[in-house]
């Protein structure tokens, strides 16, 4: 049961443990953006996940097996005894996800994101700080792949998100839409702690290791984190991070 053996097979993704299996049942419910097709649980979890499996559709097979036989069927021991499998019903268009967001918008849009620990922090913290959804271009990782789900905590499942095609067409369908497209430097022209967002904003985050393209940057308000001197920048799911909370909070989004 690896991700990999998913690929090309309708969206479809493996939600593990009794947090995101929560977070699955959530979005199916609310946004009718997932669906549940099927789950499989260690016997001995059974007991306790009574609430949880009440909510799973009827329909919905859910399997019931012993250690050994959740072990051979995952492949590896760490599944925590509970397994699914889910299926993300896409936007019909990058278009038609922008025209459904709010009046007030705050996004995040990530470009060439290649680890799954990352992007699942980065899902994660918009979670966390209110966002409307996340934006990924052609070249971001899978924020569906099983770690990534692990690592946002559910977020994944819970935070809108839809894939565009290349970074510039991405800024420009974003533009023609009302939003300021801020991009996150360590060499951004303005530090971020005096930044006022309008009512329509997405932090462009780029690369690990190279960042922005810089004929993109010369484009686009650049804001960078101001931090102290001599070390390198920051992680960019803990830099997304900050600049969500700093963006939320003038926003009005934080607080309570």
């Excluded at 959530?26 to 499989?40: C, H, M, P, T, W």
């Excluded at 499996?53 to 012993?66: E, K, N, S, T, W």
């Excluded at 803990?238 to 003038?250: D, F, K, P, V």
Aim: charged share 20%; aromatic share 6%.
């Amino acid at each position: 049961m690896r991700d990999k053996d998913l690929a090309g097979r309708g969206d479809r993704f493996i939600a593990e443990g009794r947090v995101v299996l929560q977070a699955l049942l959530d979005a199916e419910a609310g946004s009718r953006q997932f669906v549940i097709e099927k789950a499989l649980i260690l016997e001995n979890r059974i007991d306790g996940l009574g609430a949880l499996l009440d909510r799973i559709d009827p329909a919905c097979p859910v399997y019931v097996a012993g250690r050994d036989v959740l072990d051979a069927a995952v492949g590896f021991a760490m599944h925590r005894g509970i397994l699914a499998v889910g299926r993300h019903v896409p936007a019909v268009s990058f278009a038609s996800f922008l025209s459904n967001l709010p009046d007030q918008a705050l996004l995040v849009a990530a470009c060439g994101i290649s680890n799954h620990d990352n992007i699942g922090g980065i899902f994660r913290n918009a979670g966390v700080f209110g966002a409307d959804g996340i934006v990924l271009d052609a070249s971001c990782c899978d924020p569906l792949y099983r770690k990534a789900i692990r690592v946002s905590v559910g977020a994944a499942l819970r935070v809108p998100f839809c894939r565009a095609g290349s970074i510039g067409e991405l800024v420009g369908d974003l533009s023609e839409q009302g939003f300021e497209v801020a991009g996150l430097s360590p060499h951004g022209a303005e530090p971020l702690s005096t930044y006022q967002p309008g009512r329509r904003l997405a932090l462009l985050t780029g690369t690990e290791g190279e960042g922005l393209p810089a004929a993109l940057l010369d484009q686009i308000r650049t804001l960078r984190i101001e931090q102290a001197p001599g070390m390198d920048s920051l992680n960019v799911a803990t830099a997304s991070g900050i600049a969500l909370w700093h963006a939320a909070t003038r926003m009005g989004r934080t607080g309570g």
